[in-house]
Nanobody
């Protein structure tokens, strides 16, 4: 069974950092035919794509995330990460890892709240 489990969210002060994790089962990132993505949904807003990583390790970022967020993965653990630095209140959202394949697979989401 293909499954993604998101974790690592929480409450952080502005300027702080968090590292989100996405643990996968049922498939392997490095040999998959699809890349992996992080998206988020802020309160009252639509989904926003943040970053992705191809099976060969090539990374992509939305322009607004460059320099603050970094996507990576640990193939030995089959885990995807999103390192988020210099967090701002507007980064408050539920963050999801997603495999966009014909049968899209979503993590359950992890909530990040940036507030003093």
């Amino acid at each position: 069974q293909v499954q993604l489990v998101d974790s690592g969210g929480g409450l952080v002060q502005p300027g702080g950092s968090l590292r989100l994790s996405c643990s996968a089962s049922g498939f392997t990132f490095s040999t998959s035919a699809w890349g992996m993505h992080w998206v988020r949904q802020a309160p009252g807003k639509g989904l926003e794509w943040l970053s992705s990583i191809d099976p060969d390790g090539t990374t992509y970022y939305s322009d607004s995330m460059k320099g603050r967020f970094a996507i990576s993965r640990d193939d030995a653990k089959n885990t995807l990460y999103l390192q988020m630095n210099n967090l701002k209140p507007e980064d408050t959202a539920v963050y999801y890892c997603v495999r966009f394949s014909g049968d899209d697979v979503w993590g359950q989401g992890t909530r990040v709240t940036v507030s003093s």
